[in-house]
Nanobody
Framework: VQLQASGGGLVQAGGSLRLSCAASGRTYGIYAVAWFRQAPGKEREFVVSMSWSGRNPYYADSVKGRFTISRDNAENTAYLQMNSLKPEDTAVYYC????????????WGQGTLVTVSS
């Protein structure tokens, strides 16, 4: 499975961005998809996950109510709609996917930078 993340950019606080995560290859093996982020000087942190079927989204408290994960089944693409962005959301965002064995995310995209200015 290959993941291609895109959609990052520079936005003012309070603005919105939508990130995309296009999956290719043996996508039938994907059980769940997630977004993680890593801010400068900080460890990578979990943002949100969802089953590949589009069910059971689970959000980190820091983004709950502002971010929404979704999936376009026809295009094998997952999205992260980010609204009401804050400067503390500035990070490199990574999409990741896993199969149904364990909870380790096996496949990772290359990351896309989101910068929120105050």
């Amino acid at each position: 499975v290959q993941l291609q993340a895109s959609g990052g950019g520079l936005v003012q606080a309070g603005g919105s961005l939508r990130l995309s995560c296009a999956a290719s290859g043996r996508t039938y093996g994907i059980y769940a998809v997630a977004w993680f982020r890593q801010a400068p000087g900080k460890e990578r942190e979990f943002v949100v996950s969802m089953s590949w079927s589009g069910r059971n989204p689970y959000y980190a408290d820091s983004v709950k109510g502002r971010f929404t994960i979704s999936r376009d089944n026809a295009e094998n693409t997952a999205y992260l709609q980010m609204n009401s962005l804050k400067p503390e959301d500035t990070a490199v965002y990574y999409c990741a996917a896993r199969n149904n064995v364990g909870r380790t995310y096996h496949w990772w995209g290359q990351g896309t930078l989101v910068t929120v200015s105050s």
